[in-house]
């Protein structure tokens, strides 16, 4: 038969070039999030090219690897033909069956007195045949990898989604806060019965600043040439991926500990909450919260993974007079909104502590990023590769009163 080698050495070559062309095309998208800007023209150009030679390859292969699978089924089945003539040339059949004791019994008097045609027909009776296993030709059984890589690690940030990440302005920048505010009262001291040259209320105005500093979030992994050259899924976009989900799990669990932080007097729903103590203690908080911020921002719930189990029992996914249009649904156990609780958005965060349960404005809280992004360096005497992934972000509590932690007491 001709040598498959030729098929087989064109179908890796195809195979290199595909990964190839998809990291290209990879890391064009990845420049243009890094800068957080759309495809330019040009990028356009280049990913319409690499789709369309990759829509070529990927033609080809299937072609290569079709023509591939029938070729084995060819030679095993020759190979299959081929013993079975020899069989049946010795002994008549591929297989013997005695239709009694009797046959057998002549067949071995035959055989022991030298015919050789009973002799074989007993041996290919008798003998064990030889049981082929997959250990016995381990280098003929392929190692196949399906879709990407599993990767359990959930990269969501609904909360620092929720506040809005603002530009990071320098490594340390000040916030104006008014913490005293001018007055204004009824002209003298008697009311409206005051005379008209009566003074008027006079209160300055005190304006203090917050600080904030830029905190520098970020990982790195040095990488041989031959794991990127030989893996498949290419090593360095998973790793990539990964150090940027890492990023991001990193940077919610700041936020929440930023919360955490907040000096404000604590408001408990009870060791053994109820719906109805759930909800007295939300709406003595979020009259706390208002009180601090004026009614700026918007009112939000954020829970823990580990709270879950405390209210969501409590409010049920159903619309009624009784809950109010309350709602939580156990399908919704992903990071993000799940629902609402006493007519406030609830958010579930894994970057909160554990057991962890705020009522907060958004008005009260601010977020600063700057990504950096994927750098890369070469290391040419060990032939390797070093990438990192980094950034800045600073959460900044504007007023403790503007969030409330909410505890089982």
């Known amino acids: 038969m001709p040598d498959s080698r030729a098929n087989d050495a064109m179908i890796r070559r195809f195979e290199k070039e595909l990964e190839e062309r998809n990291s ?33 390859i990927q033609s080809q292969l299937s072609e290569l690897e079709s023509f ?19 069989t049946a040339r010795r002994v008549g059949s591929g297989e013997v069956e005695y239709r009694s004791a009797g046959e057998y019994v002549l067949d071995q008097y035959n055989a022991s007195m030298g015919d050789r045609t009973a002799a074989e027909r007993i041996e290919l009776y008798t003998r064990a045949a030889a049981h082929q296993k997959t250990s016995d030709n381990a280098g003929l059984i392929p190692t196949p990898i399906l879709d990407g890589v599993i990767n359990f690690i959930d990269a969501a940030r609904p909360l620092v989604g929720l506040i809005g990440p603002r530009p990071m302005p320098a490594a340390t920048w ?40 830029a905190v520098t979030y970020g990982g790195y992994v040095n990488v041989s040439r031959q794991n990127i050259d ?26 929440g500990t930023n919360l955490d932080a907040s000096t404000s007097t604590n408001v408990g729903y009870g060791a053994s909450p109820t719906a109805a103590t759930i909800r ?37 996914p159903i619309v009624s007079v009784a809950q109010t249009g309350d709602g939580l649904s156990a399908g919704d156990f992903s990071q993000g909104l799940i629902g609402a609780v006493a007519g406030i958005p609830t958010y579930m965060s894994a970057g909160l502590g554990t057991n962890k349960a705020f009522l907060f404005s958004t008005a009260a809280v601010e977020v600063y990023e700057q990504r950096v992004g994927t750098l890369q360096v070469t290391e040419p005497s ?28």
């Open 24 to 56: 290209a095309a990879q890391g064009i998208i990845a420049n243009a999030e890094d800068n957080s800007r759309d495809l330019n023209d040009a990028e356009k150009e280049t990913l319409s090219g690499l789709r369309t030679r990759m829509g070529e």
């Open 68 to 86: 591939s699978d029938e070729a084995a089924k060819v030679s095993a089945r020759m190979k299959q033909l081929d013993q079975a003539f020899t």
């Open 174 to 213: 000040f916030r104006p806060l008014v913490t005293q505010g001018t007055s204004v009262a009824v002209q003298g001291s008697a009311g409206a019965a005051a005379d008209e040259k009566a003074e008027l209320v006079s209160q300055k105005m005190t304006i203090s600043k917050l600080t904030a500093n």
């Open 230 to 255: 030989f893996s498949s899924p290419g090593v360095m976009d998973t790793i990539i991926n990964d150090l940027a989900a890492r990023y991001a799990v990193q940077t919610e669990a700041a936020l």
């Open 280 to 316: 007295a203690a939300l709406w003595t908080a979020a009259s706390t919260v208002y009180t601090a911020t004026a009614g700026m921002g918007r009112v939000v719930l954020a829970l823990s993974p580990g709270r879950l189990p405390v209210f969501g029992p409590l409010f049920a």
């Open 382 to 409: 060990v032939l390797g590769v070093q990438v990192a992934y980094a950034g800045y972000f600073t959460p900044l509590r504007l007023v403790d009163n503007g969030v409330i932690e909410l505890t089982a007491t």
